[in-house]
């Protein structure tokens, strides 16, 4: 039977394209899909993790506190220990480019725990050099010879230094928004205040030793020495850990990618068993005939198991390799984008392995199933038509059986897991409901198809004849729409994931950071300029969306609140709503809205007119001043307090326009440019990320829209040349060419048409749930449904199911009518 394996796969070779091209492609969506969770990691770790990406290990403490140098001494004597880096680190100002900038300063490390790229020059090598991003040097006009007198809380406060190099701008949303310095160890001791102590400690470990050996080892050291809860992490657990505390403590970028890759491995089966068993299916009387002259059920399944293994493993090989090519092409333009710049590729083995072993394994497995249904009956019954499932039949019944159950708990499961926040649970229900779908499939689409074909009623003939025909074989016509309602389901429910998991993203960032920069107003005896002027040509800067004026109306009084004595400003509800990005934060009079970590109650309020008492309520973020709405205090400005204006960019503005804009509003309020706050940069840096996830992703969408046109071409082609004697009596009873094209055409659209649509809806649904499965714990999840984009993917499946038509309909109208009625 392996003669007769290899000759199927010489004989009829294109028969076996289709397959290929089916089983190419999911391995190439499956694989794909793996290599964005590790491309997704590297990105992150080039942004985040970059200052610690050659560090073995990582030490941090748990309450911020810095490090003592007895607890960093006890630490790099540790015998584990090869190198280390104790990192200091403070915040300086210096004067340049027409005013004064505000920078971080750190030391330099020696060896391979150096984080900072080199761009030109060299790090610092001599008691007061250091080296300065490109990115600020650019903007600031300086270079390499350049000199800066730093300015910081130091025993000698000033230090006056050269620059010697020029490093590559950071990508680490924590660190970009303001100048990067690396410098000497005699600079820190002149700007950084004695008592600071070490921000964080790197660790290279010696060849052969255990990491959590050494963690806990390490650990137990600083403790000794007087540390207080230290945090010894790998560097990639450190980026893990800091992606989590983004998000509230779970690190959602991965939960969700994990979901995309549930899905793909799902979708990946259904396709190959579905498209495979559809070519099997048309070799049932052949299997037969061959076992009327002799043939062993074994030999059979084993002929069938030899073509499938063959075209799977060859199919699996070509759809790794498309892709690696496919992320290689995704991450080379990302990196292309300046604020994605960090973009890196990662192709890990089990990417590589799992794709080979799915798309092998997958497609013996759905080879096998017809094979053993054909070789399950007598040979002679096999080479009789098999009657279509329906209810009225064995088959029937246990398609319904077995379907109905699968989709009604699946879809049980799926809601709780949506409702618990449990990923698992919805992704086990939303498998379980759409196998089912699948299972029922025969029972419901043809029917759907039949009230769909009075659509067709006015082409005439060819439409009446098309709606019949789309009804006639259930089983034919299942099969043709499943292979289209697999491919729209998967587009829909990712493209209605993504949306609503951006939109769950956006909702976060902005409830965290919800007013884009802040600045103070400059006090007229202090040579500011007016503040009414100066909104106007801030509201008028290129990337500005809004502007407004908050005026200071009182005082905290006492400790009422953790920000005791902090100025309380007011602003009206309509300019909040315009200025804030957090549109759940809506003023209302009577609540001082003060920052996170200040404990709710009455909060006594100093004003010009006295003490006002307010409820207070705290809110989720500290990127905020504290504020009330405007009918709260008389609005009678304190004196001797400057005002405070708030700015909202456009979302399109990147991190360099950032960087102008803070300028031109430190120029417009006469204040120094490291006055104006804020945390736009965060933002702006945090949404590239998100950009670069669901970039990738989004290229996977186009997978799965020709996976399913490769599957609707492969089952309408096969189901043309079933019906090559019926076309050509229909040719001889009058049907012209033209009417047969048209017939098939039809049909082709009726049952593309009800599989978009079915699948747009499911695709919804599977989309919307899955995002509250995954994001539901760490934000609200508000269903976004891109009608537009899925107005599109209707369109599409269409015209594929159109285009797939085209070459049978081609062929059966140039066959004569005589040859097609001797076709046996």
Known sequence: MLRVALSQLTTHFRRFVAIGLAVLLSVMFLSATLMVGASTTASLGASIGEAYRNADLVATSKNGEAFSQAAVDAAVSAPAVEGSYAERSTYVTFTAGGGEQYGKVRNVAHGSLEGAVLSSGSLPAQPYDVALDVKSADHLGLA??????????????????????LIKATNDPFSSSAAQLVASEPVLNAVQDAGSGYSGLQFTLRPGEDVNAAKEYIAHRME????????LETAQEKVTSTVAMLSAGQDQLTVVLLAFAGVAILVSTLVVANTFSVLVAQRTRELALLRCLGAGRSQIRGSVMVEAFIVGSIASVFGVLAAVGLMSGLIAWAKTQPEQAFATLAVPPSAVAIGLLAGTLLTVAAALVPAKAATAVAPLAALR???????????GKIRLVLGLPAFLGGAALLVLGSMNVSLPVALIGGAASFI?????????IPGVVAVAGRLAAPAGVPGRLAAVNATRNPARTSATAAALLIGVTLVSLMMTGAATSRQAFNDTLAENYPVDLAAPTALADAGGKDPAAALERIASLSGVSEATLLQPVGTLKGDSTSSGGATIYSIPASQAASILRDTKLQPVPGVVYLPEDSPEGPANITTAAGTVTLDAKVLRTRHVAAFVEAASIPPVALPGEPGMVWVKLDDSVSGDQVQAIQKDIASALGIHERAVSGAVIERVTFNSIIDVLLLVVTGLLGVAVVIALIGVANTLSLSVLERTRENSLLRALGLTKGQLRGMLAIEAVLVAGVAAVIGAALGIFYGWLGAQSALGGVADVVPAVPWLQLAAVFGVAVVAGLLASVVPARRAARLSPVEGLATA
């Open 224 to 231: 000794a020495a007087g540390a207080v809860e230290p945090v």
């Open 385 to 395: 038509p098999a009657d279509d499932a329906s209810v009225r039949n064995r088959r």
């Open 144 to 165: 390499v010879g350049s000199t800066l007198e730093l300015h910081g809380e130091g025993p000698v406060k000033n230090a006056s230094v050269t620059i010697t190099g």
């Open 436 to 444: 089912g779908i699948l299972l029922c499939a025969t029972l419901f």
